[in-house]
Every structure is written in C-alpha cells, then in structure tokens.
C-alpha cells in the first residue's frame, strides 16, 4: 500500500518518482504499511521473545556465550541496517536474517527445555 499512497502524501513528487522507486527505506515502516499494525506487532512480538531467549542462554549456557553473542551481534546489525534498507525484499539479507533467526532459536531451544 506504501506505493499506491505515495502519491496521496507527497503530491509534489508524484510527477518525479517513478512507481518503482517510491519505497519506504525501512524496513520496519514497509512492514507495518504492508501487514498493518497486526502484522507488525507479530514481527515485533517475533524479535522480542527471539531476544527474550536468546538473553536466558546467554545466562545459563556459559559454553555457547560467544557463540550466541556472536550470531546476536550479526542479528543486531542486520535489523540496525532495516532502519535505511528495505532487506527483507532482497533474497540475501532475507536468508540471511531468517537463518540467523533460526540458527539462534534452535541454540536457545535447549536451554529453555533444561530450564523447564
């Protein structure tokens, strides 16, 4: 919807943008302008509770400390550079933040079993 409402917004840059260059540059706002405020808070709630783990086993899993940092800081970077890049649109930052995501859920999927 972000592409469709651009000219709406900013009228005086309907003339000069073509359509495929009327993105947002944030990943985050292209987010919530595409799934609205459900689907963003889903994503949100995704990061959240991804971190919420991935704090807990580097707490109780001394062994994988750098290991988890390790991943975490590449996660970390990766949804810093969303801020003024669409990623999620381009196949390899998209494989490469849902591998981490899923790289980092499994690491933390044992720890929270143990606690348990």
Same mark, same amino acid.
Request: proline residues 3%.
């Given at each position: 919807?972000?592409? #469709?409402?651009? *000219?709406?917004?900013?009228?005086?840059?309907?003339?000069?943008?073509?359509? *495929?260059?009327? #993105?947002?540059?944030?990943?985050?706002?292209?987010?919530?302008?595409?799934?609205?405020?459900?689907?963003? &808070? &889903?994503? #949100?709630?995704?990061?959240?509770?991804?971190?919420?783990?991935?704090?807990?086993?580097?707490?109780?899993?001394?062994?994988?400390?750098?290991? +988890?940092?390790?991943?975490?800081?590449?996660?970390?970077?990766?949804?810093?550079?969303? +801020?003024?890049? @669409?990623?999620?649109?381009?196949?390899?930052? %998209?494989?490469?933040?849902? %591998?981490?995501? &899923?790289?980092?859920?499994?690491?933390? @999927?044992?720890?929270?079993?143990?606690?348990?």
């Amino acid at each position: 919807q972000f592409r #469709v409402l651009f *000219d709406h917004y900013l009228p005086y840059l309907a003339n000069y943008c073509s359509y *495929d260059s009327k #993105v947002a540059d944030c990943m985050y706002i292209t987010i919530l302008a595409e799934t609205g405020f459900i689907g963003f &808070g &889903g994503f #949100v709630l995704f990061v959240a509770f991804l971190f919420k783990r991935i704090w807990a086993s580097l707490e109780s899993q001394p062994q994988n400390k750098l290991f +988890l940092a390790g991943f975490s800081a590449g996660l970390i970077g990766m949804m810093c550079g969303f +801020l003024t890049y @669409d990623g999620l649109y381009w196949n390899t930052p %998209s494989y490469l933040f849902w %591998s981490y995501a &899923g790289i980092l859920s499994s690491l933390t @999927d044992k720890t929270i079993k143990k606690v348990e």
